[in-house]
């Protein structure tokens, strides 16, 4: 009896399981719907948010309240409109750009440094026709697409340590070393979450991964103790206050205030709009501590439905990955994943005080719209993969670009042989 009644929660997860995905292609079909809907709903609240959260500081600089929002939304056209392009390209085709891509992003995360401006402390942005474009948030998804590419070609090697590590670790190494030159701690870890990804998608030894994983651990925490107002943050995270940082700077201002909207905001918020800690309480209010703005504004419940949303979009992505048959994809498809969720979760844990602030943007969200069409492209990849399990059985996979193009030249062949 005791038995039974353990199944039955079982069970019940099961068929809910079964129902959510459907059988054959009709469940493929609503992975794919549950990643474009989860990913559309995220930005809508973001373009949202960020018109709430940044209207009161453009209208002390004299600006108009609209003109983040305005160019939050121009960015997430532009992220739509590339993620909608992507998705209907046989993502097999994009393994040219995986060489050119990554010199590319070399050649512009070393031009930042040269000519590029700098932000609170860090340089990671060019200024290109009045617009600021942040090549480190391109750089997570081309080296995705770049470990895949290698870690596809050597798919045979890689029970040996040389192959498996080399030459992708010293690439994300140089990669994160290129970014951490510009003083951004918080991308140069997200860039290492993919570096570690692609590895473990990659399917190599175990040992080879836990002896990288412990590598790159010492790489961040030695990134971390290179900078003073780094190793602060991290003291007040732990509730010390060594005497220097003490002195001209309040290192747990910002998680205080954060901590502060996220509480006044209650079950159902004090209204969209209505936040009184965006009034310059809470630095970067539209960026990397939006998240308190929203659930102050919008309440538990605001921040439970985005919690859900990055869930859904979690557990989607993730059975594009597992029906992956090929490395290439497998790869590149739950490097996707590890970075995008990786990077909500730490958003998440920084804001609610789990983790030191280390300056890393809430995907879909957060105002920046590098960050937001990066983000947009990378679903791209993912929806592309999961359009080919859609596909009719029997149905020849696509030589071309474009799926579309290849299948309907060989139906009008076949209709006029016939």
Known sequence: MATAQQERPARTVQTLWG??????????????????????????????MVLSASSVESISLGESPYSAALKQALFGVLGVVGMFVISRINV?????????????????????QIVG?????????????????????????????????????KSELLDRW?????????????????????????????????????LFFGGIPTRIFVATGALMSVGAAGFAVTSANRMCRIYEWLGQSPAMCT?????????????????????????????????????????????????????????L??????????????????RQKELFPRVLAGTIMAWILGQAALNMAMVTGLLPVIGVPLPF?????????????????VLSLAREEIRPEGSERP?????????SQTATKRKVTT
Request: glycine residues 14%; hydrophobic residues 55%; contains cysteine.
């Open 162 to 198: 040389s192959h498996a590590l080399v030459p992708v670790v010293p690439m994300g190494l140089l990669v994160a070393g290129l970014v951490i030159w510009g003083h951004d701690l918080g991308t140069t870890l997200v860039i290492l979450l993919v570096v570690t990804a692609g």
């Open 365 to 381: 969200i957060s105002s920046g719209g590098s960050a937001l069409v990066s983000c947009l492209c990378g679903i791209g990849v």
């Open 247 to 303: 002195q001209g700077a309040d290192f747990g201002y910002q998680v205080q205030n954060g901590l502060q909207g996220l509480a006044s905001g209650g079950w159902l918020g004090v209204g969209l709009g209505q936040s009184r800690q965006k009034y310059n309480w809470i630095p970067e209010a539209q960026n990397d501590f939006i998240f308190s703005v929203l659930g102050e504004e919008l309440g538990l419940f605001g921040t």
């Open 92 to 112: 097999r085709w994009l393994k040219r750009f995986a060489w050119p891509g990554m010199a590319i992003t070399l050649v512009l995360l070393g031009l930042v």
């Open 19 to 48: 129902r959510l995905e459907g059988p054959g292609r009709l469940g493929a079909g609503a992975g794919y719907y549950l990643i474009l809907g989860s990913t559309l709903a995220l930005t809508a609240i973001g373009i949202m």
């Open 399 to 407: 030589k071309r670009i474009f799926g579309r193009a290849k299948r």
């Open 117 to 153: 401006s700098r932000v609170l402390g860090n340089r990671n942005w060019i200024d290109v026709a009045g617009f600021s474009v942040q090549p480190s948030e391109f750089a997570k998804l081309l080296l995705a697409l770049w470990m895949a590419t290698v870690l596809n070609k």
């Open 305 to 322: 439905l985005v919690l859900a949303l990055f869930a859904v979009l979690a557990i989607a992505i993730f059975r594009v990955v597992v």
